[in-house]
């Protein structure tokens, strides 16, 4: 292998490598369920998750380049919550570059689902695809920051505060 080869198969794999799964909350979520709402990153080609590593206080993934993934998402809580997903720093639904008060996906208590892609309309969806930094979506369109970076925000839903009873209103279905 030439120095050239052996540079460019090093790169390859320092950016397959830097595929992060950064939702702090995730650690331990395997096994514990401890965290409210865990997510997996699953190779598409064999349904498997793939292994998680960690580092520095980081969570990592390895893909192969051109190899499709999904993100299993499992909400452990007893209510509702929004889950506002990124990938490569860009909202999976929205394709802006992601923040915090963008949307999301709604996960009943206890539900899993199996987010396959970028969502184009509501009946397509890209396929989210391991691919090296010149090639991904995020530095196609000039974002290129947090590309290997797999973002997640979770919101819990705001229990719902009953309307004030009007005493009137009760005397006269009283009376019926």
Do not use: C
């Not at 893909?63 to 990938?87: E, F, I, K, Q, W």
Request: charged share 20%; net charge neutral; hydrophobic share 40%.
């Amino acid at each position: 292998m030439t120095a050239a080869n052996s540079t460019t198969t090093s790169l390859r794999r320092r950016t397959v490598l830097a595929t992060a799964v950064a939702a702090i909350w995730l650690a331990g979520a395997a096994n514990a369920y401890a965290d409210p709402v865990d997510l997996t990153v699953v190779d598409r080609a064999t349904g498997q998750p793939l292994r998680i590593w960690r580092h520095d206080g980081r969570l990592f993934v390895a893909g192969r380049p051109g190899a499709r993934y999904s993100l299993r998402v499992a909400n452990h809580t007893d209510g509702r919550v929004l889950v506002v997903m990124s990938v490569d720093g860009v909202n999976i639904l929205s394709g802006e570059t992601a923040g915090y008060d963008q949307r999301g996906y709604v996960f009943d208590a206890h539900e899993s689902y199996d987010v396959s892609g970028w969502r184009k309309s509501d009946s397509v969806v890209a396929a989210f695809t391991f691919a090296a930094l010149p090639q991904s979506y995020a530095a196609r369109t000039g974002r290129p920051a947090d590309v290997g970076v797999i973002g997640m925000a979770v919101f819990n839903e705001r229990a719902s505060v009953p309307d004030p009873v009007d005493e009137s209103d009760q005397e006269s279905s009283r009376a019926l």
